[in-house]
Nanobody, 120 residues
């Protein structure tokens, strides 16, 4: 059974920084893509940043230059460093792992979500 466990969310003032972490646990052979999505109240879930096993990244336009995704393939962990946070970044942030290969399956998994609130 594969599980994604997120950590690092919280309350931060505008202009501040937070670092999110997401670790995939279980008997995992490999993970193709890991990344972060977010959902604000009344809005659809949107892609924030994804990173492939080779290190290629893709970002939401509004976070480019402020957020950085990275991953440790050996630890099946993905990180999101968020700098210069703005109130509009407030949302529940979800970790997603795609192409997760185990001995039996290859599928995607979601984390439970972590709240990020940017407010003075």
């Amino acid at each position: 059974q594969v599980q994604l466990v997120e950590s690092g969310g919280g309350l931060v003032q505008p202009g501040g920084s937070l670092r999110l972490s997401c670790k995939a646990s279980g008997v995992i052979l490999s993970i193709d893509v890991m990344g972060w999505y977010r959902q604000a109240p009344g809005k659809e879930r949107e892609l924030v940043a994804v990173i492939t096993s080779g290190g290629s990244t893709k970002y939401l336009d509004s976070v480019k230059g402020r957020f950085t995704a990275s991953r440790d393939n050996a630890k099946n962990t993905v990180y999101l460093q968020m700098n210069s946070l703005k109130p509009e970044d407030t949302a529940v942030y979800y970790c997603k792992a795609e192409g997760v290969r185990t001995m039996m399956t290859k599928q995607a998994y979601w984390g439970q979500g972590t709240q990020v609130t940017v407010s003075s």
